[in-house]
């Protein structure tokens, strides 16, 4: 039985790259693609894939984000995360949110397709450049402190301060989510009190710190 994988990426061209060589693999077709995380959870809900290979920087909802939602909405969808980031905060936060592997772009294709392979049968799959921190950090390295602001914050929570830091209104954030510009504020609200933030400048230190939101040159993002 063939694979059916969602590709979700704000580069055409690389989704268009990804979807030839997965077809080539014979036991994998691509069923859709997305450009954005909002995207990608709209598809995922038309089209029921096995898989989503999740882009992590995307516009508007962005790929952890819409990890969660899908996770939520739809459990037996695996999420693959392929990605340029190898940064261990980033692998954490998204095993943490359901993904079932995560893989950087520099792999290999035939890397790329074994982690689809491993996700889709339930296992999980490790790129080779994050797998030792992650392990180490399971074992007992570094562990996130309790009192970590961001880690009180609710799934919706987390949501919410993406889409602020990235300069959203509440109204663009409502529609985004599908949920009233009322609770995008009782949300709002709620987040700034558990960060300690101010103003919309603090929520963006904030998301900025914690990685949620990238600042780089448009010419050097893949």
């Known amino acids: 039985m063939s694979i059916r994988v969602l590709i ?7 989704r268009e790259g990804i979807r030839v060589l997965l077809q080539a693999a014979g ?3 691509v069923v859709g693609e997305a450009e954005d995380g909002a ?16 882009d992590i920087s995307m516009p508007g909802l962005g790929g952890y984000e819409a990890t969660l939602q899908i996770r939520r909405l739809m459990p037996n969808v695996r999420v693959l995360v392929l990605t340029q980031y190898d940064n261990k905060e ?8 359901g993904a079932a592997g995560y893989v950087l772009k520099k792999a290999v294709v035939t890397e790329i397709i074994s982690a689809i392979r491993a996700v889709a049968r339930g296992e999980t799959f490790l790129h080779a450049a994050v797998a030792g ?16 602001a961001y880690e009180r914050l609710s ?6 301060l993406k889409l602020v830091a990235e300069g959203l209104t509440n109204k663009e954030i409502a529609s985004l989510l599908e949920i009233a510009v009322k609770t995008v504020m009782v949300h709002r609200t709620n987040l700034m009190a558990k960060i300690g933030a101010h103003s ?16 780089e040159d448009e010419e050097n993002k893949t």
């Open 8 to 14: 979700a990426d704000d580069h055409a061209i690389l």
């Open 27 to 29: 036991d994998i077709v």
């Open 39 to 54: 995207q990608a959870v709209t598809r995922c809900e038309e089209l029921k894939p096995d898989v989503v290979l999740m």
């Open 90 to 97: 980033y692998v954490l936060r998204f095993l943490k949110a």
């Open 133 to 148: 921190a992650v392990i180490q950090d399971y074992l007992g390295g570094e562990k996130p402190t309790e009192g970590d």
């Open 155 to 160: 799934d919706r929570e987390k949501q919410v």
């Open 200 to 215: 919309r400048t603090d929520l963006f230190k904030f998301a900025l710190r914690k990685g949620l939101i990238v600042v």
